[in-house]
């Protein structure tokens, strides 16, 4: 006796739409990852490594204190320094003043110089920065953001309290000195 197939074969019809369906749902859950994916910032800030100002040239902070306080280097002696290397093998040095002769109701200073050659230095940020956060977040960080200048130096990133608010702002080098180029408020819960 022949076996007969009790199975119904789908028309093509419904196996058409099935792929159709599937397809469509693997395009929208690549294309929701995708922006999903560019709308975080997978790339954190990396903090400045702090190091005391002995570590740099005589000459620049003998430079960095007379342009900007009415101080000695002596008479100055928790001045700390980070140094940045950038693309085409120059310094950068932020400096960071933490005394109480550079801080004030507007807060602390920090000034940034760019090593040019042959002892030849420029100065290319100076704030006043109120150096309180929370724990888990850096007052200056090298940013993720890339500088869409041909600038081979390397975004800021500065982070800021106001009013239970955070604010990180990028700066990027345009040449002759440090523009903020984005501001991003967050609200913080806790303080």
């Not at 005391?52 to 306080?69: F, G, K, M, W, Y």
């Not at 290397?85 to 400096?95: E, I, P, R």
Request: charged share 15%.
């Amino acid at each position: 006796m022949p076996v007969i197939n009790t199975k119904k074969i789908p028309s093509p019809k419904l196996v058409h739409l099935v792929r159709i369906f599937h397809f469509s749902l693997a395009f929208f859950l690549l294309v929701g990852t995708l922006l999903l994916n560019s709308c975080s910032n997978s790339v954190a800030a990396v903090p400045l490594n702090w190091k005391q100002a002995d570590s740099i040239s005589p000459a620049l902070l003998q430079l960095a204190v007379s342009e900007n306080t009415s101080n000695t280097p002596k008479s100055l002696n928790n001045v700390l320094v980070a140094s940045i290397s950038t693309k085409d093998n120059q310094q950068l040095y932020v400096f960071n003043y933490n005394s109480s002769d550079t801080c004030g109701k507007l807060g602390c200073l920090y000034v940034a110089y760019l090593d040019k050659g042959e002892s030849s230095y420029q100065r290319v940020l100076s704030l006043y920065l109120q150096p309180n956060l929370p724990t888990k977040h850096s007052l200056i960080s090298i940013s993720s953001e890339s500088n869409t200048s041909a600038s081979l130096l390397p975004c800021l990133e500065v982070k800021q309290v106001e009013q239970y608010a955070l604010h990180n702002l990028t700066s990027c080098f345009d040449g002759r000195a440090y523009q903020p180029i984005k501001n991003i408020r967050s609200k913080l819960s806790g303080l």
